[in-house]
């Protein structure tokens, strides 16, 4: 286990529903990350959050609205999402984000999403 | 931005033989390049990673090698196992912030009997 727990670990959903995900580590981090992992694309990094402060937003689609509300929880709010939207959703954390030096990031084992 | 490169997309080997996965970047200021592995069912973690200022780095098996000039690096896994069939990606930090990562498209990696 990497100390980072994502629940569902599997999601069906229609266009129309409203869904949410959820990432908790157990790190004390600072960090935290959502990636989009689609089949034969590399990994897309869509929202970072910094001492609970978004400071990336990767051009989402706004159907996709995330939520910090402390440093060991992250969320990812899904609303009127489309087919290519289905895909693996990855959360991260690392010590630090604002640095010189890299700090590793360690991931959940993902939310394998299905949009019908 | 960074835009990173990796080959092959597969590759299968037989146990005890060695594999070797490449990636190309184009940003000259990268000074990070991690590699991490994916098994079925999880999330990419960290195997080994490499900073600008050494050109090779071992562990155990796993050795990393970059070549600023040509700005490539490349994974060498020694004396490979079954275990180590799974998905392996490169990355390259984003000019300027050392924790936002571009990852290449993956190498499936299939080690037979």
């Known amino acids: 286990e990497t100390g980072v727990t994502q629940t569902p670990r599997h999601l069906v959903m229609g266009m129309t529903n409203k869904k949410s995900l959820k990432c908790e580590q157990h790190?004390?981090?600072?960090?935290m990350y959502w990636y989009k992992q689609s089949a034969k694309k590399p990994l897309e990094l869509m929202f970072v959050?910094?001492?609970?402060?978004?400071?990336e937003n990767n051009s989402v689609p706004s159907r996709f609205s995330p939520e910090c509300p402390n440093s060991s929880h992250l969320f990812l709010h899904l609303h009127t999402l489309q087919p290519e939207d289905s895909a693996l959703y990855l959360c991260?954390?690392?010590?630090?984000?604002?640095?010189?030096?890299?700090?590793?990031?360690?991931f959940g084992p993902g939310t394998r999403l299905t949009v019908t | 931005g960074e835009n990173v490169e990796q080959h092959p997309s597969t590759l299968s080997v037989q146990e005890g033989d060695s594999a070797v996965i490449k990636c190309t970047y184009s940003?000259?200021?990268?000074?990070?390049f991690p590699w991490y592995k994916q098994e079925l069912g999880k999330g990419p973690q960290l195997i080994i990673d490499?900073?600008?200022?050494?050109g090779e780095k071992k562990d155990q098996r796993i050795a990393v090698t970059l070549n600023k000039t040509a700005k490539h690096f490349s994974l060498h896994i020694t004396e490979t196992q079954p275990e180590d069939s799974a998905v392996y990606f490169c990355?390259?930090?984003?000019?300027?912030?050392?924790?936002?990562?571009?990852f290449g498209t993956g190498t499936r990696l299939q080690v037979t009997l």
């Open positions: 991260a954390s690392s010590q630090v984000y604002y640095s010189d030096s890299p700090y590793e990031q360690y």
């Open positions: 959050y910094s001492l609970e402060e978004r400071v």
């Open positions: 990355a390259a930090p984003f000019t300027g912030t050392a924790s936002k990562l571009t």
């Open positions: 790190l004390g981090h600072n960090a």
């Open positions: 490499i900073r600008s200022n050494v």
């Open positions: 940003d000259s200021a990268s000074n990070y």
